[in-house]
């Protein structure tokens, strides 16, 4: 069981935009948190928000494709990954995130795409771990 008192920063990975969730304390729910445009400044806001939230884990969606296999944007996304807990110091995980940004269009939550497909893709996460 994870520690109480900590959250987990839900990750939409894009080459335009960073969509970001955040979960509650407890690591049940997921809320969306914000989208950030993917510049030169985006690593700095990520490491201020991870600060700011009391963030001990980070969840990167892996966009794998319909069939299960790694494409590009998969290898992308896992240097990506890599790369953010090299800069964080935080424990990365992964989750997949098949047709995450297809349910982000469909609940109409007034959010934006990136933002929604990242707290679907820790809500997924969140369930996961809390079933286990």
């Given at each position: ?38 510049s030169g400044k985006a690593w700095e806001e ?57 349910e982000a269009d469909k609940t109409g939550s ?23």
């Amino acid at each position: 069981m994870e520690k109480m008192g900590a959250r987990i920063l839900g990750i939409d990975y894009g080459t335009k935009n960073i969509g970001l969730a955040i979960s509650d304390f407890g690591q049940k729910q997921a809320f969306v948190y914000d989208t950030l445009k993917m510049s030169g400044k985006a690593w700095e806001e990520l490491m201020e928000i991870c600060e700011k939230e009391k963030i001990d884990k980070i969840v990167v969606g892996l966009p794998i494709s319909l069939n299960g296999e790694y494409t590009q944007k998969t290898e992308e996304v896992v240097y990506f990954a890599e790369e953010l807990e090299n800069q964080t110091k935080l424990l990365v995980e992964t989750q997949d995130e098949r047709l995450s940004s297809v349910e982000a269009d469909k609940t109409g939550s007034g959010h934006g795409r990136d933002e929604e497909s990242a707290r679907i893709i820790l809500q997924s996460y969140l369930d996961r771990k809390n079933a286990e």
